[in-house]
DNA sequence: ACTGTTACCTGATTGC
DNA sequence: TGCAATCAGGTAACAG
């Protein structure tokens, strides 16, 4: 499930949790995710204290002592989880990766669709990492004003729901925040990406940062110590404007009877649900 | 270079 | 109830 949100309250769940603790052990269940992990991954992070989590789109960042950093992408169906000291976590099938820390804590990494991936980038820079580097620009960052979304679209011929799902355009939007985010800015996904200019890009910037910023505070206080209570960190039911309604009436009409309803098209092979009505 | 399609995996849900 | 078909929030390899 995770998109930018989701990792972000996974990031700081394993932040307050993780963060000044050492590694002690690290069990690999298998050799490959969605990419084989790397041959030297366990022996990096074994013995290694955790500095800080960071974020880059939808990956979590490990920093680790000795300038190694720990790539964790949780794909389209991981999830973290957590447990201290202690407690034993219920068996959980496709639990791929365990790591222990020397406080005791545990945490796996359970992903049954293995879209997932686990990395290790030896060097301080995100710029020797090709899949990192390759990103767009990250949309809370105090940097990402309408000129530069409107720089990211400039050229681009396709679909502005396609130009905002391409980690490459604009790091950390999938499928339910581009939907979510286009609804709000009154842009229908349809709409070629270059023509979203000007005050159109202005809207659409200010769409995605709320909408992000929105769900972030939603899963933040939704989650007492960061985890549900079977430890898993960061996912919460975000409420949803159109993404997974469609033919319910929008709530930006004035009532069901000046909307059509919610539609739903595929669009590069993804469902796009929007208000045709007040999405232009 | 850009754009769209396909494949990778398993599990939940829908339809017959 | 059982079983098959369909779909799922991500990404990169590939074809045109």
């Known amino acids: 499930m995770p998109e930018l949100p989701e990792v972000e309250t996974v990031r700081r769940g394993l932040s307050a949790r993780l963060t000044g ?51 964790w992408h949780l794909g389209m169906s991981g999830r973290l989880r957590l447990s201290a ?18 406080d005791g804590a545990r ?9 997932g991936s686990l990395d290790l980038l030896a060097t301080a820079s995100e710029a020797d990492h090709p899949r990192l580097a390759a990103l767009g620009p990250e949309p809370l960052d105090e940097g990402f ?26 790091a950390g939007l999938g499928n339910i925040y581009a939907c ?11 709409r070629s990406a270059e023509s979203v200019r000007g005050a159109r890009a202005a809207r659409l910037a200010a769409a995605i940062r709320a909408t992000l910023e929105e769900a972030i505070a939603a899963g933040g206080s939704s989650l007492r110590d960061w985890r549900q209570t079977d430890g898993a960190l960061g996912y919460f039911q975000h409420v949803c404007k159109v993404y997974g309604r469609a033919g319910e009436p929008c709530e930006r009409c004035p009532g069901p009877r000046a909307c059509r309803g919610i539609a739903a098209i595929v669009q590069h092979g993804r469902t796009s649900f929007y208000c045709p009505r007040t999405q232009r």
């Open 21 to 71: 603790r050492r590694i002690a052990r690290v069990h690999l269940a298998r050799a490959d995710l969605r990419w084989p992990i790397p041959s030297g991954f366990a022996q990096a992070l074994t013995g290694r204290r955790i500095l800080s989590f960071a974020r880059r789109g939808k990956t979590i960042l490990m920093r680790l002592e000795a300038g190694q950093t720990a790539l």
């Open 107 to 115: 945490l796996g990494f359970v992903d049954p669709r293995r879209f």
């Open 145 to 170: 004003t309408p000129a530069v979304l409107e720089v990211a679209l400039r050229g681009r011929r396709t679909a502005i729901k396609a130009a905002l799902m391409d980690q490459r355009v604009i």
């Open 180 to 190: 979510e985010a286009l609804f709000r800015a009154g842009i229908s996904p349809r």
């Open 85 to 102: 000291a202690g407690e034993a976590p219920p068996p959980a099938r496709h639990e791929h990766v365990v790591l222990e820390t020397d």
